[in-house]
């Protein structure tokens, strides 16, 4: 046997090892997911939020998983949102965007990245965005802007505080410059949310970078992030490449971004809840805990005392 036949006989057994390994579709299908410590469950971790309980690790989840959160399962209800034109390009790369939308569609079981819903959090009428990562990225297009601009309309007719949760890494490139045109717009319909004078609060979540930060994601009145989450508009090495400087291990991060204050507070998911109702009544100067808190200054300057 020459030394070529034995390369190719080498190939042949690693091409035999890497067939072996599950595919995209068998992972997605498992019941199976691994964090730090190595396998879990999947139904161990939805027990949990979606939190790893040894690292904490915050696992990305879906729109649908987040509105069960933020107002408990079946008690909110998902609105229709308009779907314009698709594909206005005809993009085609290595595939076309028509099949790219289809087998995301069939994926996530959604029309397009973004979700709105509406429902109570301590009996504050709430509308709700969230943009789903497992759909092409969590990018925005024209659908997507339209569903977040129908958000903030459904929240001025109903005169509800607006919460949104994006992520995503920008505008997308299949739609060119309709996808650009809605950084302005989606900014534009936030203004309109705050001259009705009603709160937007942004929570954000791994990963949000890019035009989704640029835009709509970095107007709110609070904003919260998840912790460990990316928050950024250009990458990490970009920068580094740029500034010819060594950044820090946690750049970047939910934490690094709190303290250069472009976040107000890192909330974790099982306090979301909490935190969000609390927030709400105090801008709509509901009575809430801190209120109530406050009135009660006597009582605690007797405890102190
Ligand atoms: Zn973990």
């Not at 790369?93 to 973004?114: E, G, P």
């Not at 949310?193 to 009145?221: H, R």
């Not at 507070?265 to 801008?283: G, N, W, Y």
Request: hydrophobic share 35%.
């Amino acid at each position: 046997m020459n030394w070529l036949t034995k390369a190719i006989n080498f190939g042949e057994k690693i091409k035999k090892v890497l067939k072996k390994r599950p595919s995209k579709e068998e992972i997605e299908n498992s019941e199976w997911t691994s964090c730090c410590k190595g396998p879990i469950l999947k139904k161990d971790l939805e027990e949990n939020l979606f939190v790893c309980n040894s690292c904490g690790k915050h696992h990305r989840i879906s729109c649908r998983q987040r509105f069960d959160i933020l107002f408990g399962k079946n008690s909110y209800e998902i609105l229709e949102t308009p779907i314009p034109a698709e594909d206005p390009l005809n993009w085609v790369d290595t595939k076309s965007y028509k099949d790219r939308l289809k087998d995301a569609r069939k994926k996530t079981n959604q029309s397009c990245a973004v979700m709105i819903a509406k429902g109570r959090v301590n009996g504050i009428e709430i509308t709700s965005g969230a943009i789903n990562f497992e759909f092409i990225g969590g990018s925005v297009g024209a659908a997507e802007g339209e569903a977040i601009i129908y958000g903030v309309q459904h929240a001025i007719d109903n005169q509800t505080p607006y919460v949104f949760f994006p992520c995503g890494g920008g505008q997308r490139m299949f739609e060119s410059l309709i996808a650009l045109a809605n950084m302005t717009r989606t900014t534009l319909a936030i203004n309109e949310l705050k001259n009705n004078n009603l709160p937007y609060i942004v929570y954000f979540t791994d990963p949000t970078a890019g035009g989704i930060t640029a835009s709509f994601a970095m107007l709110g009145d609070i904003h919260f992030a998840e912790p460990g989450s990316l928050i950024a508009f250009a990458g990490k090495r970009v920068i580094q490449a740029t500034v010819k400087e060594e950044l820090s291990a946690d750049f970047q991060t939910a934490e690094f971004v709190e303290k250069h204050g472009f976040v107000d507070r890192v909330v974790h998911r099982k306090d979301l809840q909490k935190e969000i109702s609390t927030m709400l009544s105090i801008l709509l100067k509901k009575n809430s805990e801190v209120n109530s808190e406050n009135l009660n200054i006597e009582t605690l300057t007797k405890a102190v005392s």
